[in-house]
């Protein structure tokens, strides 16, 4: 006799308990549910788009307070200021990202702040110790990037689940595809964070230690 | 120097990627626009709007 299996996969009331076997193939189903998501090319693009605008936002949080302590010389307070500052820089430029979303669409907006953010991340090889004017001006410009990538990568997941529907027939799947975005992005954040702390420690640095005498 | 280059160029490399799948990414705001309207409407040729998607 089948064993019935409550609360987690409990049926519609008025109807009979689903059996152990019943269970694992709605399991499987749901399962093929998300994979088949990534059949559809925008799907694929857009989870590539969302994970890879997310991963610089992990390396820039990493290795921002690693810069403010041993390139800027700040303290570890001060440093930590650092991205809060860039964050309160990034919702002032809410309003401008909003505009232009309006007025070119978010794609397009999304590729001109990306192109423009990695172009100002570069120019923080060029700071130094004594350049602050230029590091805060950097760190200012730089909050636009990474907040027009955040908030134009979640609005084209909404136009997507409406593209998602139509092309399935009028299935909604939003929050498979949320769900898939949050994973993409999360997971391609760890990796890249998990890489800058090899780099980190191939180098010298360790958590706590000054790596100044073994690096000079 | 490896903190600058990590701040900089580290960051930077991560967005190419991105970049790149944006440029492919063939759902614009005008033919969102459409997909809605035949969602709300039924107007619009569904096949030609769901093509590449």
Not at chain 1, 7 to 15: F, I, L, M, N, Y
Not at chain 1, 170 to 185: L, M, P, S
Request: charged fraction near 10%; proline fraction near 4%.
């Amino acid at each position: 006799m089948a064993t019935v299996i409550a609360p987690s996969g409990a049926p519609p009331e008025g109807r009979a308990p689903y059996s152990a076997h019943c269970l694992t193939w709605r399991r499987l189903a749901v399962a093929a549910g998300f994979l088949g998501l990534l059949k559809s090319r925008s799907v694929r693009l857009l989870m590539g788009m969302t994970a890879f605008g997310w991963a610089p936002l992990g390396v820039t949080t990493t290795v921002s307070v690693y810069f403010g302590v041993h390139v800027m010389g700040f303290t570890e307070e001060e440093a930590s200021l650092v991205m809060l500052t860039w964050l309160i820089a990034g919702l002032a430029w809410l309003p401008l990202v909003s505009h232009l979303t309006h007025r070119w669409g978010k794609k397009q907006t999304y590729g001109a702040f990306t192109m423009s953010w990695a172009f100002v991340q570069s120019l923080f090889l060029l700071v130094d110790a004594g350049d602050l004017v230029l590091f805060w001006v950097l760190i200012l410009i730089n909050a636009a990037g990474s907040m027009a990538v955040a908030v134009t990568g979640w609005a084209m997941l909404a136009d997507l689940t409406d593209a998602d529907q139509l092309r399935t027939g009028g299935t909604r799947r939003e929050g498979a595809i949320y769900g898939v975005g949050a994973f993409a992005q999360t997971g391609l954040a760890a990796v890249a964070i998990l890489l800058v702390g090899i780099a980190l420690s191939a180098v010298g640095y360790h958590g706590g230690d000054d790596p100044t005498p073994q690096l000079s | 120097m490896t903190i600058r280059v990590l701040m900089s160029l580290g960051t930077s490399v991560w967005m190419i990627p991105g970049l790149v799948f944006c440029l492919r990414y063939p759902l614009t705001t005008t033919h969102h626009q459409a997909i809605r309207t035949c969602l709300e409407t039924g107007e619009g040729d569904r096949q030609q709007l769901t093509r590449g998607l």
